[in-house]
Protein backbone atom coordinates (compact mmCIF):
# COMPACT_ATOMS: atom_id res chain seq x y z
CA UNK A 1 0.00 0.00 0.00
CA UNK A 2 1.39 3.63 0.76
CA UNK A 3 4.77 3.99 2.98
CA UNK A 4 2.65 4.21 5.81
CA UNK A 5 0.29 1.21 6.60
CA UNK A 6 -3.34 2.63 7.12
CA UNK A 7 -3.63 0.36 10.17
CA UNK A 8 -0.87 2.55 12.25
CA UNK A 9 -2.21 5.44 10.54
CA UNK A 10 -5.61 5.00 12.14
CA UNK A 11 -4.08 4.31 15.32
CA UNK A 12 -3.05 7.99 15.72
CA UNK A 13 -6.73 9.09 16.15
CA UNK A 14 -9.33 9.04 18.13
CA UNK A 15 -13.32 8.52 17.21
CA UNK A 16 -15.40 6.96 19.71
CA UNK A 17 -15.13 3.13 21.29
CA UNK A 18 -14.31 1.43 17.57
CA UNK A 19 -10.67 0.08 18.00
CA UNK A 20 -9.99 1.84 14.76
CA UNK A 21 -10.81 4.80 13.69
CA UNK A 22 -11.81 5.37 9.35
CA UNK A 23 -8.65 6.67 7.35
CA UNK A 24 -10.06 8.56 3.92
CA UNK A 25 -8.06 7.49 1.33
CA UNK A 26 -6.63 10.00 -0.67
CA UNK A 27 -5.78 9.53 -3.79
CA UNK A 28 -8.54 6.69 -3.52
CA UNK A 29 -7.65 3.31 -4.99
CA UNK A 30 -9.66 2.20 -7.57
CA UNK A 31 -9.53 -1.77 -9.32
CA UNK A 32 -11.29 -3.20 -12.25
CA UNK A 33 -12.47 -6.32 -13.23
CA UNK A 34 -14.67 -8.90 -14.15
CA UNK A 35 -16.87 -10.57 -11.33
CA UNK A 36 -15.55 -14.22 -10.41
CA UNK A 37 -17.33 -16.88 -8.48
CA UNK A 38 -15.88 -17.30 -5.15
CA UNK A 39 -16.77 -20.15 -2.82
CA UNK A 40 -20.54 -18.77 -2.07
CA UNK A 41 -20.46 -18.67 1.64
CA UNK A 42 -21.07 -14.89 1.43
CA UNK A 43 -24.61 -15.67 0.73
CA UNK A 44 -25.43 -17.96 3.16
CA UNK A 45 -24.32 -15.63 5.75
CA UNK A 46 -26.29 -13.07 4.15
CA UNK A 47 -23.30 -11.42 2.69
CA UNK A 48 -22.72 -12.28 -1.04
CA UNK A 49 -19.64 -10.41 -2.47
CA UNK A 50 -18.97 -9.60 -5.99
CA UNK A 51 -14.74 -11.35 -6.20
CA UNK A 52 -12.56 -9.04 -8.10
CA UNK A 53 -9.12 -10.13 -8.92
CA UNK A 54 -6.36 -7.73 -8.49
CA UNK A 55 -2.96 -7.12 -9.25
CA UNK A 56 -0.23 -7.69 -6.71
CA UNK A 57 0.23 -6.40 -4.03
CA UNK A 58 -3.05 -4.78 -4.12
CA UNK A 59 -4.75 -2.56 -0.87
CA UNK A 60 -3.47 -3.25 3.09
CA UNK A 61 -5.56 -6.43 3.63
CA UNK A 62 -8.40 -5.21 5.62
CA UNK A 63 -12.02 -3.72 5.27
CA UNK A 64 -13.29 -0.58 2.99
CA UNK A 65 -15.95 1.94 2.66
CA UNK A 66 -16.32 1.31 -1.52
CA UNK A 67 -18.27 3.09 -4.62
CA UNK A 68 -19.04 0.31 -7.63
CA UNK A 69 -19.48 1.25 -10.86
CA UNK A 70 -21.66 -1.44 -12.38
CA UNK A 71 -21.32 -2.45 -16.38
CA UNK A 72 -24.59 -0.76 -16.91
CA UNK A 73 -22.80 2.57 -15.42
CA UNK A 74 -24.51 2.97 -12.36
CA UNK A 75 -22.99 3.51 -9.31
CA UNK A 76 -23.54 1.46 -5.97
CA UNK A 77 -22.56 1.91 -2.09
CA UNK A 78 -20.58 -0.48 -0.90
CA UNK A 79 -17.93 -2.09 1.43
CA UNK A 80 -15.37 -3.91 0.17
CA UNK A 81 -12.53 -6.35 1.78
CA UNK A 82 -9.37 -7.07 0.72
CA UNK A 83 -7.70 -10.29 2.28
CA UNK A 84 -7.25 -14.06 2.30
CA UNK A 85 -10.10 -14.66 4.85
CA UNK A 86 -8.34 -16.36 7.16
CA UNK A 87 -11.87 -17.17 9.38
CA UNK A 88 -12.71 -19.39 6.76
CA UNK A 89 -9.77 -20.72 5.64
CA UNK A 90 -9.34 -19.18 2.69
CA UNK A 91 -6.53 -19.40 0.31
CA UNK A 92 -4.75 -16.18 -1.55
CA UNK A 93 -6.04 -12.74 -1.68
CA UNK A 94 -9.11 -11.46 -2.93
CA UNK A 95 -11.24 -8.16 -3.52
CA UNK A 96 -14.84 -8.67 -2.54
CA UNK A 97 -17.35 -6.19 -2.50
CA UNK A 98 -20.67 -6.23 -1.08
CA UNK A 99 -23.10 -3.92 -2.54
CA UNK A 100 -25.51 -2.00 -0.58
CA UNK A 101 -29.19 -2.87 -0.92
CA UNK A 102 -28.61 -4.49 -4.26
CA UNK A 103 -30.13 -7.81 -5.64
CA UNK A 104 -28.76 -8.66 -9.08
CA UNK A 105 -26.53 -10.96 -11.27
CA UNK A 106 -23.13 -9.63 -11.51
CA UNK A 107 -20.85 -12.75 -12.69
CA UNK A 108 -18.92 -12.08 -15.49
CA UNK A 109 -19.78 -8.74 -16.16
CA UNK A 110 -17.19 -5.56 -15.27
CA UNK A 111 -16.95 -3.58 -11.81
CA UNK A 112 -14.93 -0.39 -11.44
CA UNK A 113 -14.38 -0.63 -7.50
CA UNK A 114 -13.49 2.30 -5.69
CA UNK A 115 -12.00 2.33 -2.14
CA UNK A 116 -13.22 5.54 -0.50
CA UNK A 117 -11.66 4.71 3.49
CA UNK A 118 -10.04 2.10 5.37
CA UNK A 119 -12.07 0.78 8.23
CA UNK A 120 -10.35 -2.02 10.19
CA UNK A 121 -7.52 -4.60 9.53
CA UNK A 122 -7.88 -8.14 8.22
CA UNK A 123 -9.03 -10.56 11.21
CA UNK A 124 -9.44 -14.13 12.01
CA UNK A 125 -12.31 -14.67 14.32
CA UNK A 126 -12.84 -17.67 16.26
CA UNK A 127 -16.13 -18.50 14.52
CA UNK A 128 -18.70 -17.16 11.58
CA UNK A 129 -21.26 -15.48 13.81
CA UNK A 130 -18.39 -13.56 15.63
CA UNK A 131 -17.32 -12.20 11.79
CA UNK A 132 -20.63 -11.76 11.00
CA UNK A 133 -21.92 -9.25 13.71
CA UNK A 134 -18.26 -7.37 13.25
CA UNK A 135 -19.49 -7.24 9.20
CA UNK A 136 -22.45 -5.32 10.03
CA UNK A 137 -20.71 -2.97 12.43
CA UNK A 138 -18.60 -2.11 9.75
CA UNK A 139 -21.18 -1.93 7.62
CA UNK A 140 -22.96 0.60 9.87
CA UNK A 141 -19.52 2.74 9.41
CA UNK A 142 -19.11 2.01 5.74
CA UNK A 143 -22.65 3.67 5.20
CA UNK A 144 -21.60 6.16 7.58
CA UNK A 145 -18.94 7.35 5.59
CA UNK A 146 -20.29 7.20 2.46
CA UNK A 147 -23.03 9.73 3.67
CA UNK A 148 -20.15 11.97 4.59
CA UNK A 149 -20.64 11.37 8.56
CA UNK A 150 -17.24 10.30 9.47
C1 LIG B 1 -17.54 -6.38 5.27
C2 LIG B 1 -16.72 -7.64 5.22
C3 LIG B 1 -15.79 -7.88 6.21
C4 LIG B 1 -15.03 -9.06 6.21
N1 LIG B 1 -14.12 -9.26 7.21
C5 LIG B 1 -13.43 -10.42 7.25
C6 LIG B 1 -12.49 -10.67 8.30
O1 LIG B 1 -12.20 -9.82 9.17
N2 LIG B 1 -11.88 -11.88 8.32
C7 LIG B 1 -12.13 -12.85 7.37
O2 LIG B 1 -11.57 -13.92 7.48
N3 LIG B 1 -12.97 -12.62 6.34
C8 LIG B 1 -13.63 -11.42 6.25
N4 LIG B 1 -14.49 -11.19 5.22
C9 LIG B 1 -14.56 -12.14 4.11
C10 LIG B 1 -15.53 -13.26 4.37
O3 LIG B 1 -14.86 -14.30 5.05
C11 LIG B 1 -16.07 -13.77 3.01
O4 LIG B 1 -16.79 -12.74 2.40
C12 LIG B 1 -16.92 -14.97 3.20
O5 LIG B 1 -16.14 -16.04 3.65
C13 LIG B 1 -17.59 -15.38 1.91
O6 LIG B 1 -16.65 -15.62 0.90
P1 LIG B 1 -17.14 -16.18 -0.52
O7 LIG B 1 -17.97 -15.09 -1.18
O8 LIG B 1 -15.88 -16.47 -1.30
O9 LIG B 1 -17.95 -17.39 -0.25
C14 LIG B 1 -15.22 -10.01 5.19
C15 LIG B 1 -16.15 -9.75 4.16
C16 LIG B 1 -16.89 -8.59 4.17
C17 LIG B 1 -17.89 -8.34 3.06
Do not use: W
Not at 39 to 63: M, Q, Y
Not at 64 to 79: K, M, N, Q, W
Amino acid sequence: MTANRLADQAQDTDQGSEPYPIVHLDPRLVYEGAVQHGAKLGRTIGFPTANVAVPRPGPERGIYAARVRLADGSLCEAIAYFGSRPTVDGVGDLLEAYLFDFDGFLYGSELRVELVAFIRPDEQFAGLDEMVTQMRRDCVRARAVLRGEI
